[in-house]
């Protein structure tokens, strides 16, 4: 009896503590500093890339949910500025460690840091960390952020995780310079060279027979979107942006910028030989597909290193898992109908300097002169008042806990990823593709459409071609959320939005630290004021940044002087030509010949005219 | 009706064949009335006018047998091969023909002017082969002897290759059915058009129908010079941008705003149908650039200053501020041929002269007191 007491008390002791150590939450501090590194993953070309403590690629974070994370981030690029956002963790009560410069924070400007502390209390899953400055996380600042949890809904041996991106052989300024510019008018995306597995090209996965491996995928890249596809190997799809799913069998997953896709992958038993894992460029999002690119990459998953590497595998076509059919683990009932509706149109147009841009509706986005969330926090009352965020920052306001629906009409031929900050969101329903219509379809309020009950929630979605898609999402979040395309050249073209959400909210519980305020100083950014930097009248935006004029419409000044100075050009050269050609002249005949180098005298000879004759002749 | 009829062919069609039909029927009544007209040698007449005939059936024909081969090349071997550089070539074609309808119509303008049977004469000449065969072959010659084919054969030539070139690459979008009566509509309604010209042109009064003709040649001519520069500028633009601006029609994105004067998205002489005309008559374009407008200017200040140059100096011997220069004397052919050698100067005659008188002087009575027969009489009678 003493015996079984003492077990069952050793066990409960066990048991006790097992909990408490769970329960505690550790801190994981970090200080990096962003250099420039000489980097060649692809093996074909040495460049500069943007890493960490002189190494890249980044390394993968790893921590448990209910940890606290902190990051002191400084700036060594000396030539560009730098940010740091978390994607995908909700940063509730913490917006101003959200990242995107000029929403939630200032830029890190060289020689200056910034200190990132949050905790992530409700959430786990695959999410990863990039720079929100443009274009720089395609220059190689990116990492994984893995959350562990304990309740993990799923059984598995070993976890793996796995970057893709495609690679630029120049670098971000270099590529933006010929793509924003007035030779560019259709807004061509730069080419990239490669696509990279974990940040090189033809990698090996070791794996053990008979395994379950949990995959962790993340598309840390800036513009395509991927298909992967395993030889002979299924994945099982658990779980997709932070989001745990049920469990979704399918050969192929197609991969946007920005999201991850965790899966089981079950080896088999029998080490004889290795399987591809493939990967591919969606050539549809590439304007032109040069001679010379690999549209493939060829992985190995190696069961036997002695045994031989196969070739590529080849499928026949595309055949994806189609997300929106998803099942949450958690499953949360579709939201109520909106209580606000935004309904953007996703246009690429030309503005006056010939650059190609692209709008929601006629608005393009331009950067305020203070972060949209240092308005919040300076505004006071107004600061529910839409305008005082600026004419072309394309900011809605929110109120608390309302359920917000955005419809996107994608009246572009590409297919785009949006990312929402802050957030994940139900995916309400997504219209099929209609790239070939000569039109784009609209989101049509009045068609009768079954919405799943339980729908799909992620945070990054793709749409299709002149398409729709329509997601909900409940404002219980204070903050200043970003929504942009997540393909960043559409980014630099101004596809983005904002969102304050419950402005009051965001007043009560955040305050800006010393740490955020002392970035802004030293980035010589204002911290009071409206979008164009005023604090004393927050509805005057005289000097804000607005998007460029638009392409004149028809005759301008200097054409319709053009066009009249042309015209009276030809109505006198035709006067002068009828004057020229009424007009007597004498001694014509002699200044053609001269002229002609013809010698009419002597015909004149042969036909036995006199000299004097002829002369008498002439002057007549 | 679309089936039957493709509006845009038979604009092609009647743009390409009105332009040629103007420039045959010009010469053509020309001819008739400065040449045709004095019965008396046929010849000549009937010579020359075969020859704008030539000129125009064989530039039609070449530019069938190469429109072939293009479209050949282009469906057979898939290339475009016309399609990249189409840009420099129509530039090219239109600054050949502005450059030659510039200099004939003057020389028509004036050899008008002069008597009738001296131009029978003069066309008499130009047709005279010269003695030793090695000046047959003197460009010279040559171009004066044909320019009479050489004008419409280049015109036909162009405009029809640029006709084939269209109607066989781009008009294969639209049904088969739908080719034939546009083009044959297209043909006769270009043709009739040169053909009023020609008869009206026979029998109004002569000046006056060559004034308008000539004028209405030169309007065609500027539009030419300027639609070339457009094309040089355009096939630049193209270029920069890898090509994509063709595609996008007229609207933002397939012009260079940096260089553009005006812009309208509507009357695009390349897609719209009815504004190519304009086009022709006077290089109207809907997205004009600083090139194509500085172009036509500068063409037309060019024309009036020489009209200016020519009249000053057949009313007074020489160009204004310059005793003694003649318009003549900047041809550097002038030069290069040496035409002075048959000219004495002042001072070689009197020396010419003084030789003579001692010649009289020295010794016989039956002295021909008469300078040479050579050319130098005309100069001498002109002093």
């Known amino acids: ?620 | 009706m679309v089936d039957v009829f493709n509006v845009q062919i038979f604009f092609v069609l009647f743009r390409e064949s009105l332009e040629a039909a103007i420039v045959v029927s010009v010469l053509l009544a020309f001819l008739k009335q400065g040449i045709g007209s004095v019965s008396d040698d046929p010849v000549v007449y009937n010579k020359l006018r075969k020859q704008v005939w030539l000129g125009a059936i064989l530039g039609v024909a070449v530019c069938i047998i190469i429109g072939g081969a293009f479209i050949g090349v282009f469906y057979g071997l898939g290339k475009d091969v016309w399609g990249k550089s189409e840009d420099l070539y129509e530039g090219i074609f239109c600054i050949i023909a502005t450059v030659l309808i510039s200099l004939m119509g003057i020389a028509m303008l004036r050899v008008n002017k002069m008597q009738e049977k001296w131009r029978v004469k003069l066309a008499k000449a130009l047709l005279e082969e010269p003695k030793s065969k090695k000046d047959r072959f003197r460009i010279g010659y040559l171009t004066k002897k044909y320019c009479m084919f050489i004008l419409p054969f280049i015109t036909t030539l162009r405009e029809g290759l640029e006709a084939v070139i269209f109607v066989g690459g781009v008009g294969l979008g639209s049904p088969a059915t739908s080719f034939p009566i546009p083009v044959i509509v297209g043909l006769i309604a270009g043709c009739g058009c040169g053909a009023l010209l020609y008869l009206g042109g026979s029998t109004a009064g002569m000046q006056i129908f060559l004034v308008i003709s000539t004028c209405i040649l030169y309007l065609i001519s500027a539009g030419l010079f300027s639609r070339g520069v457009w094309f040089f500028e355009n096939y630049r633009y193209s270029k920069k941008t890898g090509g994509d601006a063709a595609e996008t029609g007229s609207g933002p994105g397939s012009y260079d705003i940096s260089n553009s004067v005006w812009h309208v998205n509507c009357c695009n002489p390349l897609i719209d149908n009815g504004w190519d005309v304009f086009n022709s008559l006077f290089g109207w374009q809907n997205s004009a650039t600083y090139g194509s407008v500085i172009a036509y200017n500068v063409y037309w200040l060019c024309l009036i200053v020489a009209i200016g140059l020519m009249l000053f100096e057949e009313k007074t011997g020489h160009l204004p501020f310059t005793k003694g220069l003649r318009l003549v004397e900047l041809n550097p052919m002038y030069h290069i041929k040496n035409k002075k050698k048959n000219e004495l100067t002042k001072q070689e005659q009197d020396v010419l002269f003084e030789q003579l008188k001692k010649h009289k002087i020295e010794g016989t009575d039956a002295a021909d007191t008469t300078v040479p027969k050579r050319s130098a009489s005309i100069e001498v009678s002109a002093l």
Not at chain 1, 467 to 488: L, M, Q, T
Not at chain 1, 545 to 560: D, E, H, M, S, Y
């Open chain 1, 1 to 620: 009896m003493l015996s079984l007491f003492k077990v069952v008390t050793a066990l409960f002791a066990v048991n006790v503590l097992a909990l408490v150590s769970a329960a505690t939450p550790q801190t994981h501090e970090y200080w990096y500093e962003a250099t420039w590194v000489t980097v060649n993953p692809d093996g074909v070309k040495e460049r500069q890339a943007v890493g960490w403590n002189n190494t890249w690629p980044l390394p993968n974070i790893e921590v448990n949910k209910g940890d606290r994370l902190i990051v002191h981030l400084s700036n060594g690029l000396g030539n560009w500025n730098t940010s740091l956002h978390f994607h995908g963790l909700f940063q509730n009560g913490t917006n101003q460690m959200d990242g995107p410069e000029m929403i939630t924070q200032c830029p890190i400007v060289p020689g200056g840091s910034m200190t990132y502390n949050f905790t992530i209390p409700d959430q786990s899953g695959t999410y990863w960390y990039h720079s929100h400055t443009l274009g720089q996380f395609g220059d190689g600042f990116r990492g994984a952020l893995i959350v562990h949890e304990d309740d993990f809904p799923y059984e598995y041996d070993e976890e793996v995780v796995l970057t893709v991106a495609e690679w630029y052989h120049d670098d971000f300024f270099t590529l933006k310079k010929s793509f924003l510019n007035l030779y560019n008018p259709t807004g061509a995306e730069p080419i990239p060279q490669n696509l990279l597995w974990n940040d090189t090209r033809n990698g090996t996965w070791k794996v053990e027979p008979g395994k379950t491996y949990l995959l962790r995928i993340v598309n840390v890249g800036a513009f395509v979107s991927q298909y992967l596809w395993m030889e002979d190997h299924e994945f099982t799809v658990i779980e997709v942006d932070g989001v745990y799913v049920e469990k979704n069998v399918t050969d192929m997953i197609y991969i946007t910028s920005a999201q991850r896709y965790s899966a089981l992958v079950t080896m088999k038993n029998d080490t004889s030989r290795n399987y591809a894992f493939m990967q591919a460029f969606d050539l549809d999002m590439l304007d032109v597909q040069p001679k010379d690119l690999v549209v493939n990459g060829t992985n190995w998953i190696v069961y036997d290193e002695e045994a031989e590497l196969p070739g590529a595998y080849d499928v026949p076509e595309w055949e994806f898992l189609d997300d929106f059919y998803l099942q949450p683990v958690t499953k949360e009932e579709i939201l109520d109908e909106p209580d606000y509706r935004i309904t953007v149109d996703v246009i690429m147009d030309n503005l006056g300097n010939g650059v190609n841009y692209a709008f929601f509706n006629n608005i393009t986005y331009a950067s305020p002169k203070v972060p949209l969330l240092a308005t919040v926090m300076s505004s006071g009352n107004l600061s529910t008042n839409a305008a005082i965020y600026g004419s072309n920052t394309h900011a809605f306001v929110l109120e608390k806990d309302e359920v917000v629906e955005i419809v996107l009409n994608n009246q572009d031929t590409g297919k785009h990823p949006f990312h929402l900050h802050g957030h994940t969101f139900q995916v309400i329903e997504r219209g099929p593709d209609y790239g070939e219509e000569p039109t784009p379809v609209s989101w049509n309020e009045t068609e009768e459409y079954d919405a799943p009950e339980f729908p799909m929630r992620r945070d990054v979605l793709y749409v299709r071609a002149q398409s729709f898609f329509r997601i909900r999402f409940k404002a219980n979040n204070p903050g200043v959320w970003f929504f942009h395309c997540h393909i960043e050249w559409h980014l630099a073209q101004g596809l983005a939005l904002a969102l304050i959400e419950d402005p009051a909210g965001i007043q009560e519980k955040e305050t800006l630290g010393e740490n955020w305020l002392a970035n802004c100083e030293a980035a010589g950014v204002k911290t009071i004021g409206n979008a164009a930097g005023n604090s004393e009248n927050f509805l005057d935006l005289t000097g804000e940044n607005v998007q460029q004029k638009p392409l004149p419409a028809g005759f301008t000044a200097r054409g319709i002087v053009a066009l009249v100075f042309s015209c009276i050009a030809g109505l006198l050269g035709v006067v002068a030509i009828a004057f020229y050609g009424m007009a007597d002249i004498s001694n014509i005949e002699e200044r053609i010949a001269r002229d002609l180098d013809v010698d009419l005298h002597e015909e004149e000879e042969a036909e036995g005219y006199s000299h004097e004759q002829y002369s008498a002749e002439v002057s007549k």
